[in-house]
């Protein structure tokens, strides 16, 4: 498979220099997202050889932050030869992700999503991919040891795959509404492009995504109000071969 990445990542390098090197090798090619005063966004971009886009689209129209204008943009800059995962800067993917989508034998007419867990400090995401693998005795999947996230399940649209993880093959021509209000909504409306039918939740992958402390639910919804991701010492850290299986494509 040919598999696509979109990352919006305006003020999250932090973030982005912690996930960026563990998500890499997962795609064939990935395209960021940035503003063009994120200057640690393109950095880490720079530093690991990832393309970048740099725009104010999200603020035209005196609009706080329209994540939508910001994805169609990455998407105008991908090939659209097989999948795209448009994907959010503090998630993490879990190993073998590219094996376990080959064994799904995904449908090209359905968008996919996938279950989160919440992982609150450094000390924690070593934790979960560093000292406990997902993967046990080749078929047993055991979920990171840190705390669920919701899946959305709506009244009236049923279960929706939302913007940390959604899967979609490249010929179905799909963009990102731009007027359906903050980034709470534009990705729920973007999944009810398809069909409740077509709407699938992978069960073979687990992500990871990255907080620092307790957030009020919300805070990041019209632009960058948390905290900074701290690691040991106060610097950026970076996978470490003897732990963290790198897949290649």
């Given at each position: 498979m040919f598999l696509e990445g979109i990352i919006v990542s305006v003020d999250y390098g932090d973030f982005l220099a912690e996930t960026l090197p563990r998500n890499l090798?997962?795609?064939?090619?990935?395209?960021?997202?940035?503003?063009?005063?994120?200057?640690?966004?393109?950095?880490?971009?720079?530093?690991?050889?990832?393309?970048?886009?740099?725009?104010n689209f999200h603020l035209e129209d005196g609009e706080m932050f329209n994540k939508g204008r910001l994805i169609n943009l990455g998407i105008s800059h991908l090939r659209h030869e097989?999948?795209?995962?448009?994907l959010d800067a503090d998630i993490v993917l879990p190993e073998r992700l590219r094996h376990m989508l080959r064994l799904a034998r995904l449908d090209p007419n359905c968008i996919y999503g996938a279950d989160r867990f919440n992982s609150r400090s450094f000390a924690e995401l070593e934790s979960a991919y560093g000292g406990q693998p997902q993967w046990r005795q080749h078929y047993l999947l055991s979920p990171p040891r840190a705390?669920?996230?919701?899946?959305?399940?709506?009244?009236?649209?049923?279960?929706?795959?939302?913007?940390?993880?959604?899967?979609?093959?490249?010929?179905?021509?799909?963009?990102?509404?731009?007027?359906?209000?903050?980034?709470?909504?534009?990705?729920?409306?973007?999944?009810?492009?398809?069909?409740?039918?077509?709407r699938i939740l992978l069960p073979e992958v687990i992500c990871l995504h990255l907080e620092?402390?307790?957030?009020?639910?919300?805070?990041?919804?019209?632009?960058?109000?948390?905290?900074?991701?701290?690691?040991?010492?106060?610097?950026?850290?970076?996978?470490?071969?003897?732990?963290y299986h790198k897949e290649r494509p």
């Open positions: 090798a997962h795609f064939d090619r990935l395209v960021v997202v940035t503003q063009p005063e994120d200057g640690e966004t393109i950095a880490v971009c720079k530093k690991h050889g990832v393309p970048h886009v740099s725009s097989g999948w795209l995962l448009q705390e669920a996230g919701q899946r959305l399940v709506h009244w009236d649209y049923g279960y929706c795959p939302i913007g940390y993880f959604q899967l979609w093959h490249g010929s179905s021509r799909r963009v990102y509404p731009i007027n359906a209000g903050g980034a709470e909504h534009s990705d729920v409306v973007f999944a009810t492009q398809w069909d409740r039918r077509h620092q402390g307790n957030n009020r639910f919300g805070s990041n919804w019209n632009g960058r109000t948390s905290p900074p991701w701290q690691t040991p010492g106060g610097g950026r850290s970076h996978p470490s071969d003897s732990h």
